[in-house]
């Protein structure tokens, strides 16, 4: 059925040649270059493309919203027969979060850190008049249960540093989903989540859509991801549409090279290393119990680390997998057991640390947006650890910083003057990257950091740190959820469940059967590039529990 022959009641959303322009230098740049869309009640249109495709840009545009230092320049957005161009600024945001919501990919950026979870929840059906609020606190409570919140009856009480990433992510949708909207654009909503609990989420949000004939646009890097939830899907690339068709068309036959570029992503496996058992570890940690306050988080873990070898952590949210980065750390005193650093115990709590020891073990974090400060320059991030650890200053400073930019592929006449804001998300997260390697580590711990970028990115920052680790000897801790990630990076594998090590081995004995119970679980959780998976895999664990439940 063509645009024209859609009746009123079924066409929801209509965008006809969007263009928006990004402010650089008092120079105005467009970065969405006449783009169409248009959505019909009921329906998920899936948008893909790699960082700065413009996939963000046009899934706000929806709500006709801009971001600050972008502006819409031409083009027309009606929602539900209205011109949201033509509304008062006033009616625009009166529709935001009752006729149209937005799920954004940074949890953590995105909550107020001083109010309790059910107290965001509340706020906008409490202040439109959908519900009281005392009808709010339920339903948020029903909604924490269906997206497969823990404690969903409690949870609600905590204030957004009490959860983990993950159940953030989820607090969010419920979020969204509070006022039943018409229109939910999800930007890449499941990104912080583990396979596991993804399955679950994924099948929540599109239960919901259905049920209340919401459309969605769905926003993601993840190609599987997309193939479960869409109906149909547009390619985007430098702000324009390369390719748009039906799911299952778009998946079997795509016809434009790009496309089929994304299609075959995530080709690069490093050569796994087998480490000398023989040496003494970089990093050894033995039986750690850690908690926080009453609440007991690690139960009596052990591992080692090698030079120049990954150790890839994996688990669903909650596991402990980022506790025990910070029992290392010192961020988190154990309760119980050592962490041992070339055969020497390190003090639990980072204060009583020398600088030096400091120095050894560095972190990259999994969301660039929040961990780097949006008010200093490239120049001043990388060059404070330059300053803090090592001394240097003036010329040799300056020098250092702008080699420590070519390590990571970033042109230092370019780049050495920007402000966070202004780069990618891959870059971001080279930036990050930079600033960890010019403390000169041995040890690097990376929490995540490729969960929050399109696959493109993301195996460019896999290969910038397996060779940073061949030239420099590093020893790496990948936190990751992501098992692609896993088989392209890692040596050797932990798995982790409440808190214990269930398995650890090499790469290779991990991923060969017979699997522990629940790494058969997160293996066979991957989302595959099929639209009948998620229906599928769900129907085999209900048969499953059917069958248990009645043994």
């Known amino acids: 059925m063509t ?14 040649g969007l263009r928006i322009e990004g402010q650089t230098d008092d120079v105005w740049v467009q970065i969405v270059k006449g783009v169409d869309v248009t959505l019909d009640r009921g329906e998920i249109l899936g948008l893909i493309g790699e960082s700065g495709a413009g996939k963000s840009t046009i899934g706000l545009a929806a709500m006709g919203y801009a971001q600050p230092g972008c502006r819409i320049s031409d ?59 005392e009808e709010a606190e339920a339903d948020g409570i029903d909604l924490f249960t269906r997206l497969q919140m823990p404690n969903p009856e409690t949870i609600g009480f905590r204030y957004p ?39 679950e989420v994924l099948a929540t949000i599109r239960d919901i859509v259905e049920q209340f ?32 068709a039906d799911t299952r068309l778009m998946l079997s036959d795509p016809q434009e090279n790009y496309t089929k570029s994304l299609w075959a992503v995530r080709s690069f496996k490093k050569t796994v290393n087998a480490p000398d058992l023989e ?49 290392i750390t ?15 115990a390190l003090p ?47 010329a040799e400073k300056e020098a250092r910083i702008r080699e420590l930019l070519d390590m990571i592929e970033l042109e230092p006449n370019d780049f050495i003057g920007r402000f966070p804001g202004e780069l990618s998300g891959g870059q971001k997260q080279r930036l990050c990257i930079a600033r960890a390697l010019a403390a000169e580590p041995e040890f690097i711990i990376c929490d995540e950091v490729t969960s929050a970028l399109d696959q493109l990115v993301a195996e460019g920052i896999l290969r910038l740190l397996d ?25 050797r594998v932990i798995v982790m469940l409440q808190g214990k090590i269930v398995e650890q081995g090499s790469k290779i004995a991990i991923f060969s059967p017979p699997h522990h119970e629940y790494t058969e679980l997160l293996l066979s959780s991957v989302p595959e590039m099929d639209p009948d998976w998620l229906d599928r895999t769900l129907e085999e664990r209900k048969h499953l529990s059917i069958q248990s439940a009645g043994q």
């Open 279 to 327: 040496s003494v570890p970089l990093c050894k940690v033995e039986n750690v119990n850690a908690a926080y306050g009453d609440v007991p988080v690690l139960h009596d873990i052990s591992f080692e680390i090698h030079k120049g070898y990954t150790v890839a952590i994996v688990g669903e949210s909650g596991s402990g997998k980022s506790t025990a980065a910070r029992v």
């Open 161 to 199: 540093h009490q959860v983990s990433g993950g159940q953030l992510q989820r607090a969010m949708t419920a979020m969204a989903l509070s006022c039943r909207p018409d229109l939910i654009i999800f930007d890449e909503p499941t990104t912080a989540l583990d396979v596991t609990t993804q399955i």
């Open 75 to 133: 083009g027309e957005i009606f929602f539900d027969g209205i011109d949201l161009r033509e509304l008062r600024r006033r009616e625009r945001r009166a529709m935001r979060g009752v006729k149209i919501a937005y799920v954004a990919q940074s949890a953590a950026a995105s909550f107020n850190p001083a109010h309790k979870l059910i107290d965001q929840f509340s706020e906008t059906p409490v202040q439109h008049g959908v519900h009281s609020r």
């Open 467 to 491: 060779r940073l680790q061949q030239e420099l000897s590093l020893a790496y801790m990948f936190i990751t959820h992501d098992l692609a990630t896993v088989k392209a990076i890692a040596d």
């Open 348 to 394: 639990p709590d980072y204060r009583r640390r020398t600088k030096d020891q400091l120095r050894q073990v560095q972190m990259i974090y999994q969301m660039a947006d929040t961990a780097l400060n949006p008010r200093q320059r490239i120049r001043d991030i990388i060059g404070r650890p330059l300053t803090f650890y090592l001394g240097m200053k003036g």
């Open 213 to 244: 004939n919401t459309a969605a646009i769905y926003i993601t890097h993840d190609l599987a991801v997309v193939a479960q939830m869409a109906d149909k899907i547009t390619v985007l690339r430098y702000g324009e549409v390369v390719e748009e």
């Open 330 to 344: 010192g961020l988190l005193p154990p309760t119980q057991g050592q962490i041992f650093y070339k055969g020497e």
């Open 3 to 16: 645009t024209e022959e859609k009746t009123d009641s079924e066409l929801l959303l209509e965008i006809k």
